[in-house]
């Protein structure tokens, strides 16, 4: 990931769901060595601002800035630096945790059998890499699932409740992840409940309010 | 050290690689529409004379619309697991044009039901009276018909995905799209049978055709792209 | 580029009154030019010499079938509008058009069963434009039947304006491939339904009658459209003000 001029922004957003006005006027920006950490009760558009953020939901009005750039008419390109992990964890079943990654992850970057392999084991699977993703406990899949992410080697992790299904183990792994990549100057957005680095330096809130 | 990007053609062979490879471990599924086929053509027969002679009047009518029926069956469930599990989400973020990858989930589709369709034909045409000679346009015809019928489905199943009962929707959306193949490709097969040139037919299959390979991944992706936003 | 202004054109509280004021005007107009052609058509315009007065019912056939095709092309366009710039009230024009376009289709194969039986002996026959009518008739149910399976109404928008576009495409070939194929078994004429000779007399009623269709048109698609406009803002402040 190229980190130079880095900067996210995001410019009076405002997003209906149906009928309700979820998103009022939301503002803010992330830089470089940045960790946003999105919070606020249940259903007030933590998800909702991460999927708006990814172009998988319309905002009614506001802009989204990346690199100086507003992200419209550039969707591809920004999604390409993009790295995502939603609710759901994208996993075929019926592959092996390798597979999944070669079919996956494999479509934005090259993949060599070194990498997935240095992958795996630092989110802590290796010795599962060969067994079909369907025999995996749901913490193991969620650890797949950020192997995922990791080789994707996007600038700005957006990460949606990433710590779910996982022990405290696999939570302290999230953190190292996120510090790890924003000290090398990426950026992340995460909405969570739980604790998530909430003493570190990188970080900086978000409270949305209904 | 920054990643090499990997090329829309190379994430589309991976698409169409991950498809066979999950196919190759359900592969009873896969076979599922190809006896369909089978029984569809007996039931012809059955209903109607086991004389051949006639029979074959409306053959390669009976093939075709077997052929058509059995493939909407394979196709209500093409999208359905990948968006389920949230992989077409990630398509969508992917980077790489949404279309191109659609179309090679769309090919391993058809090489998976469509193709053994084609294959299979010329042995349940024999069925109901088609003489070899009419095996060549017969395949040639359906080559062109599935492949579209394809992209036509990969279309109304992108837009039913999650609906209750999606199937029988789709077929409704479907079928009557595929009217044209179906009339084009019946006479195509008739004309060769009565000794007329079958190239006015066939050259109609073979523009719509084309046409539903350059428009559908548009119409796929806008579909998809529906479907995920919720 | 903004199209804000855009979007204040199609604002709905705005739509709605416009609405409202001009339906009345679509409807006593088209109800005085369909009445004047129906008059004309059956009194005044002569027997035709092959056919004698069964053809008649031409002068509904004919522009039903019309505005059938007419509706679908303006539901596409609409579509296609509120697919692109995001238009709530295109996608709501579109919902309205559906029904009526359904209703023309039917009405125009109604109408040629009718003519169809006293001249040939059976309800239906495979004509062309019959032919072509009722697969018109099988896209619409396809379209309404979609919008009904989501209870998402922005889902339901969005997915039948993609399959709108995609029928729209496809009309022209449909037509193309039963004509092609009805004239495989009767070279000499591409359908049955004829306009028996083109004659002056003939047209008058004709064009009357198309052009009370589409006042008829204009008349239905407002009431449905302002019908579709309060059940899409029924929680909007400007429809609480108002009541």
Known sequence: MTVDGAVFEAREINAWRGDRHILRDVSFSVRPGEFLKVTGPNGVGKTTLLRVICGLLPAETGELWWRGKSVRGRRDEFNFELGHLGHLNSLKGDLTARENLKFLAGLRTTLTAQAIDATLDRVGILSRGDLPARSLSAGQKRRLALARLLLADAALWILDEPVTNLDTAGIRLVEELIVDHVEHGGLAIAAAHQRLLDDAPCLRRLELEP | MTAVRTSTLAAAKLVFQRDMTLAWRRWDEVAQPLIFYVVVTTMFPLATTPDLSALREIGGGVVWVAALLASLLALEALFRADVEDGTTEQWVLSGQPLGYLLLAKVAAHWVLTGLPLVIMSPIVGTGLGLPTGAWGVLMFSLLLGTGTLSILGGIGAALTVGVRRGSVLLSLLVLPLAMPLLIFGSRAVSMQMDGDSPAGPLQLLAAIFFMALSLGPIAMSAAIRISVEN | ?243
């Open chain 3, 1 to 243: 580029m903004s199209w804000t202004w855009f979007h204040k054109l199609a604002s709905p509280p705005h739509a709605y009154r416009i609405l409202g004021s001009m339906a009345p005007w679509f409807g006593w107009a088209s109800l005085a030019l369909i009445l004047l052609a129906t008059w004309w058509g059956l009194v005044k315009a002569p027997a035709d010499y092959q056919q004698g007065d069964g053809f008649r019912i031409l002068y509904v056939h004919a522009p039903s079938a019309w505005m059938s095709m007419f509706t679908y092309v303006v539901m596409a366009v609409a579509a296609g509008v509120g697919l692109v710039w995001r238009i709530k009230l295109a996608h709501a024009a579109a919902a309205a058009c559906a029904p009526i376009g359904a209703s023309f289709t039917f009405l125009a194969l109604a109408t040629g069963s009718i003519w169809g039986k006293p001249m040939w002996g059976t309800w239906w026959v495979w004509d062309a434009r019959l032919t072509s009518e009722l697969l018109l008739l099988f896209l619409y149910l396809g379209y309404m039947a979609l919008r009904a399976s989501f209870d998402d109404p922005q889902r339901a928008d969005r997915a039948s304006a993609v399959l709108a576009l995609v029928g729209v495409i496809n009309v022209p070939i449909i037509h193309y491939s039963v004509n092609w194929w009805s004239t495989l078994h009767q070279p000499a004429s591409v359908t049955k339904f004829d306009k028996p000779s083109i004659d002056l007399a003939m047209l008058i009623p004709l064009f009357l009658m198309i052009v009370g269709f589409q006042l008829y048109f204009g008349w239905a698609v407002s009431r449905r459209l302002r019908g579709e406009i309060l059940r899409r803002e029924r929680n909007a402040n400007w429809l609480k003000e108002a009541a």
